[in-house]
């Protein structure tokens, strides 16, 4: 049987941790329904309620469309551009959460406890067999580990190294690991050159994948 599935997505720590990972690896991140610049961050494909393809099998044990797919995000905004940022990732498919925050530096701890006790709400109420969670945070162990008691699998989706953002000890916590890393410089394409730009032809985007 089929196990069904819940997306959980830390947008804060992807989105920092993902505009990092594009300009470490020359990847051109454009403004609109996919990213603005620490707001948001996801990627052209695949569509959040839509198993990602993986070549070592382990997401063909998921059900092909997950139940409901959470984005928790905060921004330094007024209300008017939150919710904008909310009707945005609605349409690409998300279930939006967004905080106001006060200091841009520091990170919202509304994103943390919504997406613990949304988390915890649909584990307890058997709504999901496995979580997906994207982030690469360690704080969210003890989440991890009390998900897992109650019966269910948690899956961590994030970039596979630490200097990319993961916390060992979250990778280890899990039940599955998957890397994104691939997935999302496939989704974005190069920085264009001065010599890409003269010709005419940029260089094609990495088509291995994991997913």
Not at 124 to 135: G, N, P, R, T
Not at 171 to 181: Q, R
Request: aromatic residues 12%; neutral net charge.
């Amino acid at each position: 049987m089929l196990r069904r599935w819940m997306l959980f997505v830390d947008g804060e720590n992807l989105t920092f941790r993902g505009q990092k990972f594009a300009t470490n690896n020359n990847l051109a991140l454009k403004a609109g329904d996919y990213w603005k610049e620490d707001c948001f961050l996801w990627m052209p494909n695949p569509r959040p309620l839509k198993r990602p393809h993986c070549i070592t099998g382990e997401v063909e044990a998921l059900e092909p469309d997950g139940i409901r797919a959470y984005y928790y995000a905060s921004l330094q905004a007024d209300h008017p551009e939150i919710n904008e940022t909310e009707k945005t990732l609605r349409r690409v498919g998300f279930a939006p959460k967004v905080f106001k925050k006060e200091d841009k530096q520091k990170k919202s701890k509304g994103v943390d406890i919504a997406l613990t006790t949304d988390m915890l709400t649909h584990a307890f109420q058997d709504h999901f067999d496995v979580a997906i969670l994207i982030s690469g945070d360690a704080d969210y162990c003890p989440l991890v580990n009390r998900v897992k008691s109650l019966g269910k699998q948690v899956w961590v989706w994030f970039f596979s190294q630490k200097e990319d953002g993961l916390g060992p000890e979250l990778w280890k916590a899990s039940d599955v690991f998957l890397p994104i890393d691939s997935l999302f410089a496939s989704a974005w394409p190069p920085v264009a050159t001065s010599t890409s730009i003269s010709s005419g032809s940029t260089r094609p985007a990495q088509t291995e994948d994991r997913f």
